[in-house]
């Protein structure tokens, strides 16, 4: 299967426009269900006291992921999701001017905060299967590359590389660049689909592990994200720790979700379920769509983009006219098999 993979990561618009209600918002790879129960009775908690500041820099949820990760309290970072933390990373540990490498297309936020950071994007096209192209990306960094960022399962493709394809890279980066790997989907990854991180680690000190709460978790509102690794960047990476900039809701949200884990993975179930029924019905009407690792599927244009805003159904485009979905919901899903129908094939 060969996909055509337009680079949208140029940075352009920074704000969403507003635009007439759709039937279903499917653009931003949200959980479309809301907390667990026993999550939303731990925030409602936090919320009655939300007269008192929460701790000056944060201390217990470190401690918490890192108790749940397998490393040292001092080797995590948190901060405001995913994308908080990214944009730490870039200011504690590159140069104005320096080079940022990444499969494109890729997280929209990414070439974003590169432009934000001064930072030089330096983005490198998947390969024909929506891979991103590890060995292309190895010879992209040169002498002023400054990181380099690897998706895993990757955005928007949902695709996944191997543990030999990241070692491999991670063996062919110099050990001055950091690599962030970005492991915002890893929760709905099946289990002989996941890596041994903390092995990478010890391996490769320049490696940092990206990941978030807004996804599988479905806390993206509470804007809770972080990563781990060695001790020297991390350290470098906390001293542009907000203060004040975590909230008690996210400590009380995270401690409940832990807690919570048979839920958690029924919900993961739920919606792997809802993705795999979703593009195997995609298949039988003949699209290519490539096989998601994630809550979403990439459905190759041309003309899908058009065909679901006409339908109601708000994705996010690509300029070819392909599209990602976020999938999980019964009723959007069926929706989008439906906007597809009649789709040439």
């Known amino acids: 299967m060969t996909l055509r993979l ?11 426009v507003l635009r007439q209600q759709a039937r279903f918002d499917l653009s931003l790879s949200e959980n479309p269900f809301p907390p667990l129960p026993s999550v939303l009775i731990a925030v409602n908690k936090a919320l009655a006291q939300a007269n008192r500041y929460p701790e000056f820099l944060p201390r217990r949820l470190p401690r918490l992921i890192a108790g749940r990760v397998g490393v040292g309290e001092d080797q995590v970072v948190v901060g405001s999701g995913a994308t908080g933390v990214a944009f730490q990373i870039m200011q504690a540990l590159t140069a104005p001017g320096a080079g940022i490498v990444y499969g494109a297309p890729t997280f929209d936020g990414y070439p974003i905060m590169a432009e934000m950071a001064g930072l030089a994007a330096v983005p490198v096209p998947l390969d024909a299967f929506g891979d991103q192209d590890v060995p ?26 191997s543990a030999n394809e990241i070692g491999a890279f991670l063996g062919a980066v110099p050990s001055h660049v950091p690599v962030v790997l970005d492991e915002a989907y890893a929760e709905f990854l099946a ?16 490696l940092l592990v990206l990941r978030t709460f807004s996804k599988a978790y479905g806390l993206a509102g509470l804007r809770i994200g972080y990563c781990f690794g060695a001790r020297e960047p991390i350290e470098r990476i906390r001293r542009l720790q907000l203060p004040f900039g975590v909230s008690a809701a996210a400590m009380a949200a995270v401690d409940a979700s832990y807690a919570a ?25 003949g699209l290519a769509i490539p096989r998601s690792h994630a809550n979403f599927l990439y459905l190759p244009g041309p ?43």
Do not use: F, Q
């Not at 337009?6 to 969403?16: A, E, G, I, K, L």
């Not at 919900?267 to 009407?285: F, K, S, W």
């Open 6 to 16: 337009p680079d949208d990561t140029h940075p352009s618009v920074r704000h969403r």
């Open 136 to 161: 292309a990306m190895a010879r992209a960094i040169d002498g002023r590359a400054g990181l380099a960022i690897v998706c895993r399962p990757h955005n928007p493709t949902g695709t996944v590389l």
């Open 191 to 206: 289990p002989a689909d996941r890596i041994d991180t903390l092995r990478l680690l010890d391996r490769y000190p320049n």
């Open 261 to 285: 884990e048979t839920e958690l993975r029924a919900r993961i179930a739920r919606i792997t379920a809802e993705r795999e029924a979703l593009r195997d019905a995609l298949c039988l009407r």
């Open 303 to 345: 003309g899908v983009a058009t065909a679901l805003r006409r339908a109601g159904i708000t994705a996010k485009a690509y300029p070819d006219g392909s599209a990602r979905v976020t999938v999980g919901d019964p009723a959007a899903d069926r929706a989008v098999l439906v906007a597809l129908e009649s789709l040439p094939r």
